[in-house]
Nanobody, 121 residues
Framework: QVQLVESGGGLVQAGGSLRLSCAAS????????MAWFRRAPGKQREWVAA???????NYADSLKGRFTISRDNAKNTVYLQMNSLEPEDTAVYYC???????????????WGQGTQVTVSS
């Protein structure tokens, strides 16, 4: 089992920034990728970004340039730096742990509880 705990959400004005953190614990040797997803009110869950253990990153096309995913392997923590936030970024953001192989992310079986991000206009 892998446990994930997100933090860093909150209320921010449009144009502002937030950094989300996701601390992993447990059987972390079983995972090779971490990702962020989000679910906006009334919408389906959306993939935001992912990073492999080796540092390979991928982003949703619509978020490239504003969001940056990174990791600190010593702390077993993944971050999501969000800049130039827009009201449309308002959502619950979830961290997930899975696998990465042959340029493919899959098997996101472990999820955090989510952290609310609210962007006011």
């Amino acid at each position: 089992q892998v446990q994930l705990v997100e933090s860093g959400g909150g209320l921010v004005q449009a144009g502002g920034s937030l950094r989300l953190s996701c601390a992993a614990s447990g059987s972390i040797l079983s995972i090779s990728a971490m990702a962020w997803f989000r679910r906006a009110p009334g919408k389906q869950r959306e993939w935001v970004a992912a990073i492999s253990n080796g540092g390979v990153t991928n982003y949703a096309d619509s978020l490239k340039g504003r969001f940056t995913i990174s990791r600190d392997n010593a702390k077993n923590t993944v971050y999501l730096q969000m800049n130039s936030l827009e009201p449309e970024d308002t959502a619950v953001y979830y961290c997930a742990a899975g696998r990465y192989s042959s340029d493919t992310y899959y098997g996101f079986d472990y999820w955090g509880q989510g952290t609310q991000v609210t962007v006011s206009s």
